[in-house]
Nanobody, 114 residues
Framework: QVQLVESGGGSVQAGGSLRLSCAAS????????MAWYRQAPGKQREFLAF????????NYADSVRGRFTVSRDNAKNTAYLQMNSLKPEDTGVYYC???????WGQGTEVTVSS
């Protein structure tokens, strides 16, 4: 079964850090770009970060640039999102995405309290 499974979410105070993981199964992620999205309560899902298949290209939304870092380990079939200096507005469900396959994970919830 082809799927993406996110983990690493939780509750943290403002200024704290979390590291999200996205593990792929049933497929090999090398050769496929990956991305992270977030859906805040009552809002549409928004793009956060992109990483190319070789990690040579990354791109970030203005709202997270300088605070979040996307990376991947193709040998582990996993992508990561390191989130630092978290703010209450970072609260939401975080999703991993493979655009080429139109594949989404089930999401992991992040809550940042002030």
């Amino acid at each position: 079964q082809v799927q993406l499974v996110e983990s690493g979410g939780g509750s943290v105070q403002a200024g704290g850090s979390l590291r999200l993981s996205c593990a792929a199964s049933g497929m090999i992620v090398s050769g496929k770009a990956m991305a992270w999205y977030r859906q805040a309560p009552g809002k549409q899902r928004e793009f956060l970060a992109f990483i190319s298949s070789s990690s040579s290209i990354t791109n970030y939304a203005d709202s997270v640039r300088g605070r979040f870092t996307v990376s991947r380990d193709n040998a582990k079939n996993t992508a990561y999102l390191q989130m630092n200096s978290l703010k209450p507005e970072d609260t939401g469900v975080y999703y991993c995405h493979i655009p080429l396959l139109s594949l989404w994970g089930q999401g992991t919830e992040v809550t940042v309290s002030s």
